[in-house]
C-alpha cells in the first residue's frame, strides 16, 4: 500500500476534504459497547481534569507524515512540519521505527503498528513525547466504543469513545477505563478535540482520571471526526515518567 498522510492538519483538494483512500474502513462490527439510535440524550458536558504539570493539548507533534507502517526508515522524513511552533527550549529527534510488537485495538479488531515513523519531541531536558500516526478510524455516530492501545513495551490503555451530533454540535467523547494510560502526576494527558466538517477543532480536552463515563470536547454545528491523542508512559514506571508514547487517530463516520 502506498503512503499516506495524516488527515490531521486539513488536507484540501479543490475544496472537498481528501480522506486517505488507504484508511477507508466501513460498517461499525464487532466492538460497539452501546449505541443511541438517535442522539436522544445529552451528552455530559463534565469537564475533563488537567495535569498538574505540562500543557497537554497544546505539545506540538509531526504532521503529514506516512500513516501506518513503512517498509523502511527511509520513507520517514527527515524534517516533518509541526503541528503548532516548539515551545523555547524544545526539539525534535528522530526519526526511528516505533517497536514492532506495538497495536492498536479498536471497533473489534487489532491492528499491528509497528514500523511506524516517530519523532521525539522534547519539550525540556526530562520530557520526551513520541507521537505515533495511527490514521482514519471508522465510528458510527451515537455509538460507544471500547479501544486499547498496546505501547509495545508490555503495557496498554483501554478506553472507550464516541462521536455524535447532537443540539447543533459535535461531540466526541474519551474515557479512560484501565491499564496504563498517563495519569495522576503525568506530564501528558490523552487529549482530544471534536472536529467539523470545516476542519475547524472545537474544545481541546485531556483526560487523567478513570471512569466516570465519557467527558466531551464539542464544535458546532455537527462532527466530522474526533481528533484522539491516547497518551500512555513507555516504558510504564511511577508518574510523572521521562518518556511518553501517544497514538493518534481520528474517529469518523465518513473513515
Known sequence: MGKCTKLIGGVVVGGVVAIPIGLLQAGSGAGAIGTTGSASESPSTTAASSPTTGTPAAVPHPIGIPVGPVSSLADCPLSPAMSSPLPAGAYVTGPTLS?????????????????????????????????????????????????????????????????????????????????????????????????????????????????????????????????????????????PANTYVCADVNYGPLF
Not at 478535540?193 to 472545537?202: E, K
Open 99 to 239: 517497536p514492532s510488537t506495538l497495536s492498536y485495538t479498536d471497533n473489534g479488531q487489532t491492528t499491528d503498528e509497528g514500523n511506524l515513523c516517530e519523532y521525539g519531541v522534547h519539550v525540556n531536558p526530562d520530557i520526551t513525547i513520541y507521537n505515533l500516526p495511527i490514521g482514519n478510524r471508522f465510528a458510527a455516530e451515537g455509538t460507544e466504543y471500547a479501544g486499547s492501545f498496546n505501547n509495545g513495551l508490555g503495557s496498554s490503555c483501554y478506553f472507550n469513545y464516541k462521536v455524535n451530533t447532537y443540539d447543533g454540535y459535535g461531540w466526541a467523547g474519551l474515557e479512560l477505563t484501565s491499564g496504563s494510560c498517563a495519569h495522576g502526576a503525568d506530564y501528558i494527558y490523552s487529549n482530544w478535540s471534536a472536529v467539523n466538517g470545516s476542519l475547524v477543532n472545537g474544545t481541546a480536552e485531556a483526560l487523567g482520571t478513570f471512569g466516570g463515563g465519557l467527558t466531551y470536547s464539542d464544535v458546532s454545528p455537527s462532527i466530522f471526526f474526533g481528533e484522539y491523542a491516547i497518551c500512555m508512559e513507555a516504558p510504564v514506571g511511577t508518574p
